[in-house]
């Protein structure tokens, strides 16, 4: 059973709809500027694959390489399904927080 719970937290610790969920605001806006994303905001709602497409859209050089974008990209279809998960409780957030702001 311990295996069980320490692979899914391996999985879940790369998942864009986790790291969105579970990092505060000034974070993720980190990692998007560390990565010199494009993206000025992003919105809550289906947060992991609005931060998968920022993280993708981003400098060239900074950009993953192409093994890390097979995994973004299989990613997004993940974070699809837990975003419409946990829709219900990103769409509060939403309307209370507005969109996450990227500052240049």
């Known amino acids: 059973m311990r295996i069980i719970i320490l692979a899914a937290t391996l999985l879940l610790s790369g998942c864009g709809t986790y790291t969105t969920l579970s990092s505060p605001d000034w974070e993720l806006a980190s990692n998007l500027k560390r990565k010199e994303s494009f993206c000025n905001e992003t919105s809550r709602i289906y947060s992991g694959v609005s931060y998968n497409f920022c993280m993708l859209n981003s400098d060239p050089s900074t950009r993953p390489d192409y093994l890390l974008l097979d ?25 209370e927080n507005g969109n996450l702001t990227v500052n240049r």
């Open 71 to 95: 995994f973004y990209l299989h990613d997004i279809v993940f974070c699809a399904v837990a975003d419409t998960l946990v829709l219900p409780y990103t769409a509060i957030q939403q309307y």
